[in-house]
């Protein structure tokens, strides 16, 4: 599933051919995605100037003086800007044509992703509950600490909560729980002020260098460019189960953690 670094990468590929382009035409050839694309989506958008492109969370905002179009890639989308004249795809849901010819398009061979139309992006129930921002700085360890009081959670699920930080996903929470040596199955509310100060270093660290290396391709992610992210080779813990540990060469551990796994080594990881 495409996470905070994978969208982040492609908002920064589409940049150049979306923000302060107006859009000449819209194509929806499949709505049924996760929520159904508005059918009012082509005529609310079409001739619109996008003012402002942003992330919130794992969603890419489109902001335009008419309204907002909110982006999500699902389990398997992937959002590009195709060559002129290139043919879609039976996976190509949705085309975004804007002035100069650039196509943006949206793949997603699952069709959990979404694309919807709102007048008011802060207000809309998807964005208005969210997290602080993992990289912005109300997301510190007094944040963290002050949040995980009292709290029996995990802390792996904690990280995974949107209402408590947006956008961090399984792999990444993973790979910075080993960076601050604490295990995934740990209740949040043992963290001490310390630990809750490294895990947002390992945290920002962990999503800064994924950002670089194109995020992490383990299925069907693909960048703006159509390129796979390199930071799977990076992995410390994350699908490395029975593998040795790269810094005591422990094997890797696997367990289950509500619906998702999570991957620690036993001896750095407390």
Known sequence: MPELPEVETTL???RPHVLGKSVRAVTVREPRLRW???AKLARELGGQTVRRLERRGKYLLFTTDAGCVILHLGMSGSLRVAR???PPGKFDHVDI???GGACLRLRDPRRFGAMLWTHNAATHPLLRHLGPEPLEPDFSGDYL???TRKRKRAIRDFLLDGRQVAGIGNIYANEALFAAHIRPARAA?????AECDRLVTTIRTTLKRAIRA?????RD???ASDRPGYFQQRLKVYGREALPCPTCSTPVRMRRLGQRSAFFCPRCQL
Do not use: H, S, Y
């Not at 509310?189 to 002020?193: A, E, F, V």
């Not at 194109?214 to 383990?218: F, N, P, R």
């Open 12 to 14: 920064r590929g589409i």
């Open 36 to 38: 159904r694309v508005p």
């Open 84 to 86: 002129a004249g290139e």
């Open 97 to 99: 044509v804007f002035d």
């Open 145 to 147: 600490f002050a949040r």
């Open 189 to 193: 509310g043992r963290l001490r002020r």
């Open 214 to 218: 194109g995020g992490t391709t383990l």
């Open 221 to 223: 992610f693909r960048g």
